[in-house]
């Protein structure tokens, strides 16, 4: 097998923003008077898209769950983190580099449980958003990481361009949901240790400390 398409986890690797993810749960939250810890989000929720996040949230608090209620949270939380990322776009040391050397080479796709319009916004901020010809996005599937599907779909959107197998892809993660996923969809997974530490990510194919690690014979020689 070769390398032929690589697919990009958002949070946590292109964008450093998982904190901000964090606190803006936090802030909607503590309007409904639920607490939120640190250690709760990243242990329990890190790897849902803010719809199961939000349904589990309030499941285990003991509150309603009703579609308009998750809608309502979801919109607050939004119009929060645009707000903050209007003002603060973070992105990883070495993101930008990478993601326009890797698009040289292979098609880039994004497989994400962000909402579709965040993804797209910090993307064209810093000038990314051409070099990926797929993104998957949290409203693009029903089911959260570790299941494969946000894997599988940008693979099947992918085949637009060109027939590639999963055993062919390479997943760029930061999570342990996310390498399980990976690895569910048939696919090999690089974690960068941006959210976990090296040892709880272990599963993945190859552990990297960030991009600066990074190099273009090594992700080639997975294969």
């Not at 929720?45 to 996040?53: I, M, S």
């Not at 939004?78 to 698009?103: H, M, Q």
Request: glycine share 4%; proline share 3%; net charge positive.
């Amino acid at each position: 097998m070769t390398l032929k398409a690589i697919i990009f986890d958002f949070n946590g690797v292109i964008i450093n923003d998982e904190p901000i993810h964090l606190k803006m749960f936090q802030k909607v939250l503590k309007e409904e008077n639920i607490r939120l810890t640190d250690k709760e989000y990243y242990k329990k929720y890190l790897a849902f898209d803010d719809q199961h996040c939000f349904r589990m949230i309030l499941k285990t608090a003991g509150r309603p769950t009703s579609s308009s209620k998750i809608k309502d949270l979801i919109q607050k939380k939004a119009e929060y983190y645009e707000d903050y990322i209007e003002e603060n776009l973070v992105l990883f040391p070495g993101a930008r580099k990478w993601v326009s050397t890797l698009a040289k080479h292979f098609p880039l796709a994004i497989a994400s449980a962000a909402l579709g319009n965040e993804i797209r916004q910090i993307l064209k901020r810093a000038n990314l958003i051409k070099k990926f010809k797929v993104i998957v996005a949290a409203e693009d599937t029903k089911k959260s990481k570790p299941d494969p599907e946000s894997y599988l779909q940008a693979l099947k959107k992918l085949n637009r361009y060109r027939k590639i197998l999963p055993e062919e892809c390479l997943v760029i993660e930061d999570s342990i949901a996310g390498i399980e996923g990976a690895h569910r969809a048939s696919m090999k997974c690089l974690a960068l240790a941006h959210t976990y530490t090296k040892k709880q990510l272990q599963n993945a194919d190859i552990v990297l400390k960030n991009f600066q690690e990074f190099g273009l014979e090594k992700i080639k020689n997975l294969f």
